[in-house]
């Protein structure tokens, strides 16, 4: 392939191309230091530069006050499966779970496996994970509620956050964090692996309200403790420095060239009403989310026959649209249209599925 793809991965996926090209471009020697960023200290001033631009810029997209700490962890969004009820569920506390769907499910095992009290108040697996519960019963004096704000394997998003109370919420956002405006109001945490939609794997971004920290327990390993990363600004020991380093670009791009999140948001609203609504006058194809729940970010549909998807995967990256197979647990098509896939992109999509529909339908 000599040309790049329009990438609908799901993650690692598509970043925006002035930050691979900004990349490119320092790789060698980054800021004047004679070194590659993938070579300076995690000590030095220059990474200490780029780790507190990428902190601040996500203090202002996000509006976030004083109360939230912003950090950098490894191991994936799937270690705060872990972290979550290790560092919030001592002393017999409990907590409320919405599952739905892959993760959400993986979250809760993640607890259980600990033996931790946890209460699983909304689910929709009795219809596969394709709608998101609402008027849920949530527990008066529990500790959080969890919940996964997109599932980028289902295809399904919160449209909004629901009501817990005083109870504050702790968000798996990896797959749509910076994609759209947010109310903190009532948030303890959020995370996100950052390959779905704000930079290369290797960190999660855990942004944290001071007072969970209080409920950290001493006992429990430094690397599995909040207040490890809290304390010394992420850099406890060395941080996954290139993925930081590019979180921070994004971030940059999000903010001077896009202009915020309410642009963005509105960006992404064009992009996958464009999809949804050509999917919806089609015959061939069927959108798997039910309308109300439906994923901005991870569009989820199928054609009329396996083999038929298996065409329309391979004819697709023949023309130059990747990464449009269902996740292996589901099957199906889907396509991840990320804060970096532009209007372009959908549009090439939907003339192919077009092309595809005449010649197969
Ligand atoms: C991909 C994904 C995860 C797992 O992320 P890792 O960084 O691979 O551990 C967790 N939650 C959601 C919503 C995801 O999309």
Known sequence: MQERIHNFNAGPAALPLPVLEEIKDSFLNFSGSGMSITEVSHRSKWFDDVINDAIERTQRLLKLNDQYKVLFLQGGASMQFCMIPLNFLSDGRSADYINTGTWS???????????????????????????????????????????????????????????????????????????????????????????????????????????????????????????????????????????IYTIQLVLKWLEDTIGGLEKMDAQNREKANLLYDYIDNSDFYNATAQIGSRSLMNVTFRLPSEDLEKTFVEKAINEGLGGLKGHRSVGGCRASIYNPTGINAINDLVSFMKGFEKQSG
Request: net charge negative; with cysteine.
């Open 105 to 243: 499910t993986k979250a809760i095992k993640e607890a259980q496996i600990q033996n931790k009290s946890i209460k699983i108040v909304a689910s929709s697996e009795d219809k596969n994970f394709c709608y998101i519960p609402e008027n849920i019963p949530f527990t008066k004096d529990a500790a959080f509620v969890h919940l996964t704000s997109n599932n980028t394997i289902k295809g399904t998003q919160f449209e909004s956050l629901p009501d817990t109370g005083n109870v504050p919420m702790i968000i798996d956002m990896s797959s749509d964090i910076m994609s759209r405006p947010l109310d903190m109001s009532n948030i303890g945490m959020i995370y996100a692996g950052a390959q779905k939609n704000i930079g290369p794997a290797g960190a999660c971004m855990v942004i944290i309200r001071q007072d969970l920290l209080d409920l950290v327990p001493d006992h429990i390993p430094s690397m599995l403790s909040y207040n490890t990363f809290a304390s010394k600004n992420s850099m406890y020991n060395t941080p996954p420095c290139f993925s």
